[in-house]
Nanobody
Framework: QVQLLESGGGLVQPGGSLRLSCAAS?????MAWYRQTPGKQRELVAG???????NYVDSVKGRFTISRDNANNTVYLQMNSLKPEDTAVYYC?????????WGQGTQVTVSS
C-alpha cells in the first residue's frame, strides 16, 4: 500500500507563488499533480518520471515547475505567477503495478 502525503496549499494573491510537496511512502517511477474544481473533471497539471522527464498541461507551461527528490520519494510543484483560474484542489498522484494512488488533496486559492 502506497501513501501520498501532500502539503503546501493555501491562499495567495494573483501573481504570487506557492510550492506543493508530496511525500510517497515508497519509491515510485511516475508521480504527478492533478487539480479539480467543483463540477469539473480532475485534470493533469504536471508529471515527472524518476529519470526527470516532465510533462505539463499547456495552461501552466512557463509558470509551474515539477521536480522530485528521488532519495526522499518526494515530488514538488513550484507554482509561480498564479492566476485565479489556478484555484482548485490539487492532488498528488502515482501508480504502481497498475494501481492508482492519490493524496488527500490540498486547496490552492488564488484571490485578492
Amino acid at each position: 500500500q502506497v501513501q501520498l502525503l501532500e502539503s503546501g496549499g493555501g491562499l495567495v494573491q494573483p501573481g504570487g507563488s506557492l510550492r506543493l510537496s508530496c511525500a510517497a511512502s515508497g519509491s515510485m517511477y511516475y508521480m504527478a499533480w492533478y487539480r479539480q474544481t467543483p463540477g469539473k473533471q480532475r485534470e493533469l497539471v504536471a508529471g515527472i518520471t524518476s529519470a526527470g522527464r516532465t510533462n505539463y498541461v499547456d495552461s501552466v507551461k512557463g509558470r509551474f515547475t515539477i521536480s522530485r527528490d528521488n532519495a526522499n520519494n518526494t515530488v514538488y510543484l513550484q507554482m509561480n505567477s498564479l492566476k485565479p483560474e489556478d484555484t482548485a484542489v490539487y492532488y498528488c498522484y502515482s501508480i504502481r503495478l497498475g494501481i492508482n494512488y492519490w493524496g488527500q488533496g490540498t486547496q490552492v486559492t488564488v484571490s485578492s
